[in-house]
């Protein structure tokens, strides 16, 4: 289990929502520019020239998007591509998709939780990681403390009011607990690792 907040797999579960039935998820900017889709992601926070869209999950909500997208983020992504090398099975998390994907995971022993943003950030994954142990227990999870964390963390400092590329929108949209009632599964196929969207 990967988790990444702020913002890749919020993100994609923005981009599912909007239309997007799977994502392929690499490394590089390279990667993603060999591939065939609608190209999503960032460096450094920012738009990669030549890419269809940012990693803003808020500038997806009303949008209509092809079928087919292509993802590539500082962390996420990277970390997801790494642990499908190991992973007996693969699954993305973040906040709105946290209880979707706790049903999902009901079953599976072990359960690793990979927090993306650490070391250097990861505040927001880790309160994400909490409600996921939580959920999986049979607790109550404290999702006003997650929401909490995520705005308070490293990175959801970085966004600014009128930020193209890291708008303060995207903390709403991030902390939309339960905002989807899917979960993301990340599959290795000959099309490469693919993410879609799983109703458990």
């Not at 997806?60 to 642990?83: D, E, K, M, S, Y």
């Not at 505040?123 to 996921?132: K, M, P, S, T």
């Amino acid at each position: 289990m990967i988790i990444d907040v702020l913002r890749a797999f919020t993100t994609a579960a923005y981009a599912f929502a909007a239309g997007v039935e799977e994502i392929e998820l690499v490394a590089t900017p390279e990667e993603a520019f060999a591939r065939e889709g609608w190209r999503m992601g960032e460096v450094e926070g920012r738009l990669i020239p030549g890419f269809d869209h940012n990693n803003s999950p808020s500038q997806l909500v009303g949008r209509r998007l092809p079928r087919r997208a292509v993802q590539r983020t500082g962390a996420g992504t990277r970390c997801a591509v790494a642990a499908a090398l190991r992973a007996q099975s693969l699954w993305l998390a973040s906040l709105v998709v946290v209880s979707a994907t706790a049903r999902a995971l009901r079953g599976l022993t072990p359960v690793t939780l990979v927090v993306s943003g650490a070391p250097d950030e990861g505040e927001e994954d880790r309160a994400c990681a909490a409600v996921l142990e939580d959920l999986l227990r049979g607790r109550a999870p404290d999702l006003v403390a997650a929401a909490r964390a995520v705005r308070s963390s490293r990175a959801g400092a970085k966004h600014a009011a009128g930020d193209p590329d890291r708008p303060l929108e995207d903390l709403d949209a991030a902390v939309a607990c339960d905002r989807f009632d899917f979960a993301i599964a990340a599959r290795c196929g000959p099309r490469g690792l693919l993410a879609v969207p799983v109703r458990p």
